[in-house]
């Protein structure tokens, strides 16, 4: 009998502690969720519990990380917008950047008469090109403004082409001019064809010194470094 009763106390013990064993290991976890759940919906510094907020957080962050890793980011604009009215600013900082600059001379409008000539001859000219076995022959035509621009750039820019050792001539046409470029050396014969009309007018680098001079009212090419406003020369 006493056998017996040691061995249900033992039994009753052993009951009770894994009763007590489950009963810690649930509320364990229960304490562990009920944190979770009660740190997911408690506002955060960086959240403030609210998923739209989140989004709008994560969107920051993002606009954030452009900035740093060469997104756009706001800032002054560095284009003139124009062509044209970009190489006038340009050189108007230069005359005011320079104190011998003689402002009582400056032609800022003969420069921009200039300009629009090379617009005319760039854009709007027609250029009909005949190889010849040693150069090219070019017939450069317009109308109206274009015809102008064309009679006073292309004759001027011969000059240059004849200093570059080409042999370069022009002669008038009723609306326009015909230009002829020749060489004795094969591979610049081969380098003009390649060039083309507007790639012969490119060539040389006198248009930048050439518009600064005019903007002074230095006139290259006009035959007067004296020339009065209003009597401009567009050659180039």
Same mark, same amino acid.
């Given at each position: 009998?006493? $056998?017996?009763?040691?061995? $249900?106390?033992?039994?009753? @013990?052993?009951?009770?502690a894994?009763? $007590?064993?489950?009963?810690?290991?649930?509320?364990?976890?229960q304490?562990?969720?009920?944190?979770?759940?009660?740190? !997911?919906? %408690?506002?955060?510094?960086?959240?403030?519990?609210?998923?739209?907020?989140?989004?709008?957080?994560? #969107?920051?962050?993002? *606009?954030?990380? @452009?900035?740093?890793?060469?997104?756009?980011?706001?800032? !002054?604009?560095?284009?003139?917008?124009?062509d044209?009215?970009?190489?006038?600013?340009?050189? +108007?900082?230069?005359?005011?950047?320079?104190?011998?600059?003689?402002?009582?001379?400056?032609?800022?409008? %003969? &420069?921009?008469? *200039?300009?629009?000539?090379?617009?005319?001859?760039?854009?709007?000219?027609? =250029?009909?090109?005949?190889? &010849?076995?040693?150069?090219?022959?070019?017939?450069?035509?317009?109308?109206?403004?274009t015809?102008? !621009?064309?009679?006073? @750039?292309?004759? !001027?820019? %011969?000059?240059?082409?004849?200093?570059?050792?080409?042999?370069?001539?022009t002669?008038?046409?009723?609306?326009?001019? #015909? &230009? +002829?470029? #020749?060489?004795?050396?094969?591979?610049?014969?081969?380098? /003009? #064809?390649? /060039?083309?009309? @507007?790639?012969?007018?490119?060539?040389?680098?006198?248009?930048?010194? *050439?518009? &600064?001079?005019?903007?002074?009212?230095?006139?290259? *090419?006009?035959?007067? =470094?004296?020339?009065?406003?209003?009597?401009?020369?567009?050659?180039?």
């Amino acid at each position: 009998m006493f $056998a017996w009763l040691w061995k $249900a106390a033992i039994a009753g @013990m052993a009951v009770l502690a894994a009763t $007590a064993f489950v009963s810690a290991e649930t509320g364990g976890h229960q304490g562990h969720e009920d944190r979770a759940a009660h740190e !997911a919906k %408690a506002p955060g510094p960086d959240m403030d519990g609210c998923p739209m907020m989140r989004e709008m957080h994560a #969107k920051q962050g993002m *606009h954030g990380m @452009m900035g740093k890793h060469g997104g756009k980011t706001a800032g !002054a604009p560095t284009l003139a917008g124009q062509d044209a009215f970009a190489a006038i600013q340009e050189v +108007v900082q230069i005359l005011e950047a320079d104190p011998t600059t003689d402002w009582s001379k400056v032609d800022i409008g %003969a &420069l921009r008469e *200039h300009l629009i000539d090379m617009n005319e001859v760039t854009l709007r000219a027609e =250029a009909y090109e005949r190889s &010849l076995d040693n150069g090219v022959e070019i017939i450069v035509t317009g109308e109206g403004r274009t015809a102008d !621009a064309v009679k006073r @750039m292309v004759p !001027a820019h %011969a000059q240059v082409l004849r200093a570059t050792g080409w042999n370069a001539k022009t002669e008038d046409l009723p609306n326009g001019v #015909k &230009l +002829v470029v #020749k060489s004795d050396d094969p591979a610049q014969v081969t380098k /003009l #064809k390649a /060039l083309g009309f @507007m790639g012969i007018m490119a060539q040389g680098s006198h248009h930048q010194p *050439h518009h &600064l001079m005019m903007a002074k009212g230095e006139h290259p *090419h006009a035959g007067s =470094a004296e020339a009065p406003k209003g009597e401009h020369s567009h050659s180039h």
